[in-house]
Each structure stands twice: as C-alpha cells, then as structure tokens.
C-alpha cells in the first residue's frame, strides 16, 4: 500500500508537468493576449510592444515557463495582469478558494445524506411507488438546467409576495424567505447560502440516488446475496452486510472525485448569486487571457484531482477485498 | 415473512433523517434570515478582513420591516449602487470605465468634467496658455489637501506625471491621455530619465509643454492617468498601495472586499464646492440580481436590462416613475474595411449602408434601447449636430449602386464578423444579414470571434483581415476629435476601416488646432459629413442607459462621461 502510494507521488511531478506546460503553450500560442485585453479599444503596435516586454511576454517560451514554475515552486504565483492589476495571484485564490469548497463540501453531505438513502430504498423496493418517484424526481433534478432554475427560485424566495384578495379587501405580504448576498458574503451558514447550496446539491442528489439504486439492483441480483438469504441470515444483515457495502463501492469513486471537484467553483451559480469564489474569478481570467490566474486554478484542480485519486485508490481495497489479492 | 418486514426500520431511518434534515436547514436558515436581516439593516458587524474603521458610522440598531427600511436608508445617509469590480484604484493605470468610477471621486487632477461636461479648474484654480498653444501655466488652489491632510504642491503633480511615465509601472493608458507632453514618450520607451515637459515653477505653479497646439489637450488632463497621486502613499504601499489609498478626491476609500462591495466614506476636508453631502456610498461589486434587490430596497439605484425593460418602461408600472433615460456618448458602426474586396469599392459600401434598416432594427430588435444613429458623434457630444432627422434607407438605390459598382454580378464571399460565443449570432446581426439578403440578394455568412481575439486583430488597420464588422466607440474624452479624429484619421491606431481621404485629413489637421470652439466644431461638421459620404462606416446606433432611481435620491447624475459626481447627490427623507 505504502508502494502504492509512493508511486503515485513521484507521478504527482509528472501530471503536474503536463497540465502546466500545456496550459502555459495554450495561453501563449492561443488568439489574443491579456496585453490586448488590458488595452482594448485603444491597443496600437507600438504599445503592445511596449508592455510586452515590461512583462517580460516577448520572451521565449521556455524562459517564461520556467520564470514562472521558478516562481511558483517558491510560492509565487505570479501578479494579475488585467482583471486585479498587480495583485498577487496567490493571495486571490487565497481569498476565493474557502469560499468555494465550503459551498461545494456542504452541497456534497447534503447530496449524500439525501441521496445515497433514497437510491438504496429505490432499489430495495424496485418498481415500488417509491422507486417510481425517487426516480422521477432525481431524472427532473438532472435535467432541469440551473440557468432556469436559479432565477425562478430566486423569484419565489428572495422576493416578497402580495397576496390580495379582492372579496375581503385583503392584503398580505409574504416573504421574501431567504436574504440575498448583495455584496456581504456570510459563509456557507448563512440563510444567503441556502439557495446555492440547495441548487449545486441537486446534480450530487440526482447522481449519487441513481448510481445507488442501481448498484443495489445489481448486487441483489448476485450469487452471494442469494447465498446469504439462502443459509437463512437475517434480511437486515444480508441488506447492511452484503448488499449496501458492495453497492456503494462505485459511490466511493463518485464521492472521492467529487472531493478533487470540490476546488473548482460553479460559474453560473457564484456569478449569479454573487458569491466570492474561485468560479467566477476563474471566468473572468478565461475571458481576459489572465494567463497566471489560469495557471493558478488549473494547478489546483490538476493536485485535487491527484489526491482524490489516490483517496479513491486507498479506500478501495478496504471496501473490496477482491481488490487486495490483485 | 418476518424476514421480509424486516427492513422496514431503514426507510423509517431514512425518512426521519431526511425530514430532520430540511427541517434543520429550515430552521438554520430562519434564525440566520432574522439574524441576517438586523445585520443588514443595522450593518454593525465590521467584516472580518476588511480595511474597515471601527465606529465610524452611527448604527441604528434592530430589524425594521421592509416597508420602513428606505426612510432609514436616508437617515442612515447611505447610498447604494450596484458596481463593477474596478481593474485597478491606481489612477495611472485606469483606463476602463469600471475602474474611473470609483478612481474619479478617490483621486483628482488640475482640471475635471463639470455637470456640463466642461472642462472646470479642480486642484488647479485657474490657467494660462501661451500664444502658440504650446505651454500651459497651471496655478493651483492652497486648499487642496490629500486625505491624510498633506497639502497638495506642484511637485506632487510632477511625480505623479513621472511615475505614470515609468516604463516599469507598464501604465498602457500613458501615451493616450499624456503622451502629448513633451518627454513623456521618450521617458515610456526607456530614452529620457525625467519628463522635460513638466516643470515645477513654485509651490502652486506647474507649467506643461506640448508637443504641438492641440485644442483637446485639456480634455485629456481631466482623465484618472493625470491626476495627482501622493508618493508616500505610493512608494510605502509597494505594489498594492492601492488596497489604502491617500487620495485628494471628495471620497475616501473605506472598504474594499474584493468580489463583493466597496465602501466609499465622504472627504470631510475637500476643497469644492459642493462638498460631498452623503457620508457613506456603497457599491456591490459581486454581481448578483440587482434588479430583484433594487426591488427588495436593498439598492438605491439599478440600470435596466434588456429582459425587463419592457416592465419598467410601462407607464402604469410603478417604477415608470423612476425610470431615467441617459444618453452615454458611444456609438454602435457597421465597419467596411476598405481595403478589403469588395468594400474597396465606396459604391458596394454605399450599397450596404443603405439596405439596411436602422429604424426598423432599432425598434423591434433593439426594443429602442439605443437610438437610430445617423451621425458620428453621439449626442451630447460638444460639437454634435443632427445631420439627417430620419435614418437613411434606400433599398431601391442600394440595388442600384451595387449593380454600378466594379463588384457588380461577381462580389466576392461576404463574412460579417461580430464577437460572441453563442451557438448563433446575436439578433441583431442576423436581421441585418437578412435585410441584406432580402434588399440586395446577398448571402452574407456571419464568424463569430471571442472579444480577446476580435481586438487582437484590430489594432492595426493595415492588417485587419475582418471585411465587414460591428463595433462601438465610447468617448474618452467629450471632444469631436476623439471620434472624427482618431477613428477616421489616416494612420490612427484606430482607423478600423482604413480609411483614407487626403481632403478629411487636411480639416480634422486644421480643427485640432484651431482655438475659436465654434470655429473648430464647424470643420469637424464639415469633416464629418464627408466622411459619412464615403461610407467607410454605418453608425447604426447611440448607446443609451436606462436607470431607476428611488425616490429620496437627489440629484444623482448620469452623465454619458465618468465624472467625479457623487459629491452632487442627496437623500431626502
């Protein structure tokens, strides 16, 4: 095991090699250039040469690749050049990377704890009422974009509502039932949070309940379980025992790469809830040619994908211990 | 059997756990909803991480219902705008309009826009030019203080023009808004150590050189790149000395979240009149739903969009009554690349000029966001004049000179290129490409580009390789030259048609110089009814901006030009 783990280390060097030169030649080489950006409407060659060379981006490719990974191995990042000028790319992740995955780790126990429940039962009691409707609803929860649903939510729970009845000349105001961010940020506990983090949590409920129930499904079906009925133990233990240890073996690659997702941030739901996170920042460095905000944020998601990788790895021969012998 | 009924405990785990759940998330969210709300309407809480002063503000304590919170707004003197996240608070390198915005009421320079959009005395109280209109005198007000309380001298004007000059600070604004200064080109590509054409007189004395009379010189001083910075603010703050900065203008920075708001706090000791009379201003920077929250009267004031316009342009809608419509000196062109076959040729540019329906697109498409353009200058411009009240469109003529034309039966593939990234073209390039297909039985195909690579590829006219195009131009400076001038000029950076008409050259030469103001704007005039006669360009519309404004909001201004205007506004209760 420790092997194992050593030889994914030393491959950490060699991914993270790859994912940077390949960014850094796609920022190069790719149209546009975040000195034309900066300068829009009024770029002319000769400015253009100018603040290319203060910035040192006439150079070479090698000379600025390695400037860069120089840099970053003594944790330097690199300055914004557009968005955030002359702002150090460190300390804008720094403010938006806790932002992100406190938001995308809350939406990930709260996807689990509904929908890992809901796929066992839904398929314990295949084509059951229940079954029928867990899976409806987690097939609506998928397919309904959230580009839709945010501002319907929005509308119904940020708002206040009259409802007047004409007969009685009534009036009455209801809501609005959750605070906007409108500028202050109050963490992931707070009511302003309630609706991304119920939005973002849908795709990990709709997921984790479909892949559950199937597993289930499958592993009900195998020798074993029939085995285990069959030498008479109990229906509980056959279930917890055998059927749902096995069943959420592929959750466990499901939720263990979902933590190497967690670093990255929703754009269309930081952008428009206006939560401070990595996602919007990221768009906006997309947009701008920010070559040294996208490095930044694809060094970080390339390691959380390694780690989550290797977690997903250890946790398997535990799980399965078929896995073990090979 | 009992073995079957068994597992009936699991469901009933499973559904308790979940109700508990929601019900904790409902409840959680209630309390913090109640929570939240004191906080928002009492705002006590310093936020963690902020440059915020402590006790700075006078709380009123306790949740109050929504209907009462805008006469508290008022009491509270608190304004609140929705924003955008400012590239940069460092007036040398401000060169955006999201970034002048705060910069303008942060900082100040010798001169500034007025109401009027006139060039007015700021920090300098009055100035002389020489006869050949070459040399400037500037003599600056005692008054003028930074924030910190440091008075304001002639020498900080010359550093602050020096550093922005400092090829190490890569300011990409320097040559546009300065480079007319003698020296401070050459100190920009690294030839001269010091700006020769500044020179420090005395204290309260500065004087400029030139490099040639030019009539917009002053225009260009009242934008952030020239104004004022103070050097120990500046050289102690190192590369992020913007993060606190000592400013001179009627607003202090008091908050900056990045991502979220900024908090503008009022200049006690500024030196015009009027002094700045709301103490707090506050922009939301983080985006959101702005509509919704000018709804809920958590923003003061909130720019329309085009999905609700509809709404809010309606008469019988409440917030009709708050609508403001300004003018935002900018104008939307269809570019004819003239070097580019088949638009080399004036008479297929005239063609596709007119079989286009500015009016028609304008009013449904458009939904009369902007207005039809028929000039060059956008009005409100100093020097505009309306050439035509109706928007030229000629079907019938524009077949005509097509079939007059050199291109006639043999024009080449036409591709209109526009920026988006959306699986098709924005409405309103698709109903010109079909207005004209239907007028001239032309297929036009339509390339999308990202901006990034859409403006890498305009910055020079001689190798521009798009053939037909869409673009705007908003003012930098309220002067015709920066629109007649630097777009239409032969060998502007700008000049997106290449064109080029010796006799236009020769009179946008004469009114850069010229120095009688009626005079001046009679040749720009003249020059640009010629130009418009060759077609090089189709001004299809004038940017406009649909605001709404509460009630108890005084005076709030919307000009077409950044200017320093939030000293001007007031709440009333």
């Known amino acids: 095991m420790a092997a194992h783990i050593i030889r994914r280390l030393i491959w950490l060097p060699v991914v993270l090699f790859f994912v940077t030169i390949i960014t850094f030649a796609l920022g190069l080489y790719g149209p546009g250039s975040p000195i034309v950006v900066m300068l829009g409407l009024h770029a002319n060659p000769d400015t253009i040469a100018r603040l290319s060379r203060e910035y040192g981006l006439d150079q070479p490719f090698y000379v600025q690749y390695l400037n860069y990974i120089g840099n970053a191995l003594q944790g330097n990042f690199g300055y914004s050049l557009v968005k955030y000028r002359d702002q150090p790319v460190g300390i804008l992740i720094a403010e938006r990377l806790p932002v ?158 979902s933590l190497g997702g967690l670093v990255e941030g929703s754009f269309l739901v930081e952008n428009f809830f206006g939560i401070p996170g990595i996602g919007s920042l990221a768009f906006q460095a997309f947009t701008s040619r920010e070559y040294y905000i996208i490095m930044a944020v694809t060094i970080i998601i390339a390691v959380a994908y390694v780690f989550a990788n290797m977690l997903v790895d250890f946790l398997y021969p535990i799980l399965d211990p078929r896995i073990r012998k090979t | 059997m009992a073995e079957k009924n068994d597992n009936r405990w699991l469901i009933g785990v499973v559904v308790i756990l979940v109700v508990a759940l929601v019900g904790a998330v409902c409840v959680g969210a209630g309390a913090l909803l109640v929570l939240s709300q004191q906080t928002n309407t009492a705002q006590t809480s310093p936020v963690p991480g902020g440059v915020s002063t402590p006790g700075s503000s006078a709380p009123k304590p306790g949740a109050q219902p929504a209907a009462t919170r805008a006469p508290s707004q008022a009491a509270r003197n608190v304004l609140r705008l929705p924003g955008d996240e400012p590239p940069t608070l460092d007036p040398a390198l401000t060169g955006d309009a999201s970034s002048a915005e705060y910069v303008v009421e942060i900082f100040s320079g010798l001169v500034m826009l ?47 023009i020096e550093r922005t000059a400092n090829p190490a600070l890569a300011s990409h604004t320097a040559e546009t808004y300065l480079g007319d200064i003698v020296g401070v080109k050459e100190k920009l590509n690294r030839k001269a150590q010091a700006v020769d054409g500044v020179k420090v007189i005395d204290d309260y004395t500065v004087e400029i050189k030139i490099d040639a009379p030019k009539a917009y010189f002053l225009a260009k001083l009242t934008f952030p790149t020239a104004y004022i910075v ?37 200049n006690d000791g500024f030196y015009l009149d009027p002094k700045p009379q709301i103490t707090t201003v506050e922009y939301i920077i983080g985006g959101g739903s702005f509509m919704t929250m000018y709804e809920n009267n958590d923003l003061d004031i909130v720019g329309v969009g085009i999905s609700d316009i509809e709404r809010v342009s309606d008469p019988a809608s409440p917030l009709n009554k708050e609508l403001f419509i300004g003018p ?69 003529k524009a077949k005509q000179l097509l079939a007059e034309s050199k291109y006639a039966g043999k024009l080449p593939e036409v591709t209109w290129t526009t920026t988006g990234g959306g699986g098709s073209a924005g409405p309103g390039i698709q109903t010109m490409t079909a207005m004209l297909k239907e007028n001239l039985g032309v297929t036009v195909s339509i390339q999308q580009t990202d901006w990034a690579t859409f403006i890498g590829q305009l ?8 053939q037909l195009f869409d673009i705007g ?101």
Request: aromatic residues 10%; proline residues 7%; without cysteine.
């Open chain 2, 459 to 466: 910055n020079d006219p001689t190798k521009n390789p798009y």
């Open chain 2, 328 to 396: 935002r000196l900018s104008t939307g062109f269809v570019v004819f690349n003239t070097r580019k076959p088949p638009f080399d040729d004036p008479k297929v540019r005239a063609a596709f000029a007119l079989a286009i329906d500015r009016q028609k697109l304008v009013d449904v498409v458009y939904r009369k966001i902007p207005s039809v353009a028929t000039t060059i200058l956008p009005p409100g411009m100093p020097g505009y004049k309306e050439l035509d009240s109706k928007a030229a469109y000629d079907p019938v």
């Open chain 2, 473 to 573: 131009w908003i003012a930098d400076y309220a002067d015709p030259e920066n629109f007649l001038a630097i777009l239409f000029r032969t060998g502007s950076t700008q000049n997106w048609a290449a064109y080029s008409n010796p006799d236009a050259d020769k009179l946008l030469d004469q009114a850069g110089i010229e120095r009688d103001t009626a005079k001046r704007f009679e040749l720009y005039n003249q020059v640009e009814k010629m130009i418009l006669a060759d077609y090089p360009v189709l001004p299809l519309t004038f940017e406009r901006d649909h605001w709404l404004t509460k009630p108890y909001v005084k005076d709030m201004l919307y000009p077409p030009l950044i200017i320093p205007r939030l000293r001007y506004v007031s709440l009333t209760k």
């Open chain 2, 230 to 266: 103070d050097k120990n603010n500046v050289e102690r703050g190192g590369r992020t000395w913007t993060d606190k900065p000592n400013g001179t203008g009627p607003y202090k920075l008091k908050e900056y979240v990045r991502g979220q708001r900024i908090i503008l706090e009022k």
């Open chain 2, 114 to 160: 007025d109401k009027n959009l006139k060039v007015a005395p700021d920090i300098a109280e009055s100035w002389k030019v020489s006869d050949d209109g070459k040399t400037y005198m500037f003599t600056l007000r005692k008054d003028a203080r930074f924030h910190d309380g440091r008075p304001v001298t002639a020498q900080d004007f010359k550093y602050s």
């Open chain 1, 100 to 257: 992100t995955i406190q938001l995308n780790l809350l939406a990930l126990v709260i996807g689990s704890t509904v929908g890992i429940p809901l796929g066992l039962l839904a398929g314990l009691y295949r084509n059951s009422w229940f079954d029928w409707s867990v899976r409806t609803l987690s097939l609506i929860a998928v397919s309904i974009p959230i580009i839709f649903l945010m501002p319907v939510l929005l509308f119904l729970l940020s708002r206040p509502h009259e409802l007047t009845l004409s007969f009685w000349n009534f009036k009455y105001t209801i809501g609005p039932f959750l605070p906007m961010v409108a500028g202050r940020w109050e963490g992931v506990l707070s009511g302003k949070a309630a609706l991304p983090i119920f939005i973002e949590s849908l795709g990990f409920i709709a997921i984790l309940t479909r892949q559950m129930r199937a597993g289930m499904i499958d592993v009900l079906g195998q020798d074993y379980v029939r085995t285990a009925r069959a030498k008479g133990l109990r229906e509980r233990l056959v279930i917890v025992r055998h059927a749902m240890r096995n069943a959420l073996i592929p959750i466990t690659t499901i939720l263990g790469l």
